[in-house]
């Protein structure tokens, strides 16, 4: 499968089924939790279309889950934004978790990490301890924040609760991402125009 080359995208339009795949085979991926996060994300869509920013369906969304405790892992460099998303997700009155990336302040050395800056002390991320003090605390959803290419994959897997990326972290473009796709500059650059 390649949609991005297909000429028609007719499962959008038609309805059209180029997998062959029953409703029932489909229905069978998903558990009855997961069946209520879809239907969650749906009303989240369908309710606030071209309304609202990423942050406030977040927070609609464990609304509509009817959830209470939220966790936030976030990198250390993006601190501000991150006590705003959790004074925002306070206000509409949700219990917060948070943990920045170098919780513990572990040296890279410890663990033969490469270091930005040669020759000095530099402690490392450390994802897997941002998700296991999340699952302590009992957080029924995750957003991550910045975390870095790789630390976001290891908070993942180390979740119990689903993870849901609120900011991706991308220092060129001030974290839109995208940007690197609607520029020109940036996809000659890259190669892609």
Partial sequence: ??????????????????????????????????????????????????????????????????????????????LKEAA????????????????????????????????????LRESMCNPKMQAKVLNDAGTELNFTVGLCVGHDVLFGLGSKAPVCCLVAKDRILAHNTVGALTSFYWRKKLGID
């Avoid at 998303?85 to 990490?113: N, P």
């Fill in 1 to 78: 499968m390649n949609c991005v080359k297909c000429p028609d995208r007719k499962c959008h339009s038609e309805g059209k089924n180029c997998l062959g795949a029953s409703v029932k085979d489909i229905a069978g991926l998903y558990n009855e939790e997961e069946l209520g996060y879809m239907q969650a994300a749906g009303c989240t869509e369908a309710d606030n279309y071209m309304q609202m920013t990423r942050l406030e369906e977040s927070a609609y969304y464990a609304s509509k889950l009817g959830l209470k405790r939220l966790g936030v892992a976030f990198c250390v460099g993006l």
């Fill in 84 to 119: 705003l998303v959790v004074k925002y997700f306070e206000k509409e009155g949700f219990q917060i978790e948070s943990l920045c990336c170098k919780v513990c302040g572990i040296d890279k050395d410890e663990f033969d990490l490469v270091k930005i800056r040669k020759g």
